[in-house]
């Protein structure tokens, strides 16, 4: 499966970000942790100004495609997941006013209600100013590009063709959430990350005896007969591998879905090691497939002294009361719990 012209500008090989504009004055532990940190803030921000949740992913992929082309260093995340939003909330036909959305990043940049910032003076006529000068080296970094697909709604088909147990739903819609805190947007076509997320999903419910999940992205799935030749279209393929007939991957694209499956259970051991999301030890539990060429690692395999619990503003996200993983920015809601156009806007918010 190959992408369409139009976005293959935007997939990178994982050893570029190795040599992004950030790493020549950091590592890379620290730029994938503050990106996790930007999109959390990207999130949160538009969530509060009621940006539905295409335009959320939206706004998270410009993200990653702007760090590609520019350093950290010389851009606060903060303010490009402003700015990004910003785009957004134009692009997606949801349009909010500069002075709510520099009101609104300033309340969660400080961390106190949004109440308590003036909607008026020096402060946010600043923010403001910020965010405008930004988004302008914005539109330049995506050449002008805004079409975005996601994962969300290569499951939505997904899901539709094939009924599933509604757990499996809710397990691969919030680790579709979460995959964005990685950079897998700029690695791989959402046709990927989606098959990753669904099949990570039915390895979380089927239970740690079940088939691992290098059986579940092998060539042909496991059978108790004759060896036959490797095929990724068997007769009666079993649940977990029905989004590779689905989407109609190749050896190779299995091969990048186990990448994915690698880099997305890195980052949660990350998380989980951070202690921002104790309620997934039961997927850090899940071994990542062996025949992944992934090698490096994006995230250290315990809490980094860079990012200490001292210095990580985040708040732990709920356990969900049915065992659901809840996504890191609180929203595990499916395609049967929300739809795709619709989101709450927060009464804080209200002007």
Request: proline share 7%; hydrophobic share 40%; glycine share 4%.
């Amino acid at each position: 499966m190959q992408p369409s012209s139009s976005h293959s500008q935007w997939l990178f090989p994982i050893s570029a970000l190795s040599c992004t504009p950030t790493s020549q004055d950091r590592s890379l532990h620290e730029e994938m942790y503050d990106r996790s940190r930007g999109i959390e803030f990207l999130y949160r921000l538009g969530t509060s100004i009621g940006l539905h949740s295409p335009g959320l992913f939206t706004a998270a992929t410009w993200f990653h495609r702007f760090f590609m082309r520019y350093s950290m260093l010389d851009y606060h995340r903060q303010t490009v997941a402003a700015a990004c939003i910003f785009l957004a909330t134009k692009t997606e036909e949801c349009g909010r006013k500069l002075k709510d959305v520099a009101r609104v990043c300033q309340s969660k940049a400080k961390g106190v209600d949004v109440r308590d910032i003036p909607e008026g003076g020096p402060e946010i006529e600043e923010v403001s100013n910020q965010i405008l000068a930004t988004e302008e080296v914005l539109l330049e970094a995506l050449c002008f590009d805004f079409i975005v697909d996601s994962p969300h709604a290569d499951l939505v088909d997904l899901f539709e063709a094939h009924r599933v147990d509604e757990r499996i739903e809710d397990y691969a819609w919030s680790i579709a959430h979460d995959s964005y805190r990685t950079p897998l947007c700029v690695l791989y076509p959402p046709k990927i990350i989606a098959t990753a997320c669904y099949v990570l999903s039915q390895r979380i419910l089927d239970g740690p005896h079940s088939l691992s999940l290098d059986a579940r992205v092998s060539p042909s799935a496991p059978s108790s007969s004759l060896p036959t030749p490797p095929s990724y279209k068997p007769s009666s393929p079993d649940a977990s591998r029905f989004a590779a007939e689905f989407f109609g991957l190749n050896e190779a694209d299995m091969l990048a879905v186990a990448d994915a499956l690698a880099i997305l259970l890195n980052f949660y051991e990350y998380q989980t090691a951070l202690g921002l999301a104790n309620y997934l030890d039961y997927m850090t539990d899940v071994s990542p497939p062996a025949v992944a060429s992934y090698q490096m690692r994006l995230y250290p395999s315990s809490a980094d002294p860079m990012a200490s619990a001292a210095a990580i503003t985040q708040s732990q996200p709920p356990v969900a009361q049915n065992g659901t993983p809840v996504s890191v920015h609180g929203d595990n809601r499916t395609p049967a719990q929300a739809s795709l156009s619709e989101e709450v806007v927060e009464k804080s918010t209200e002007t």
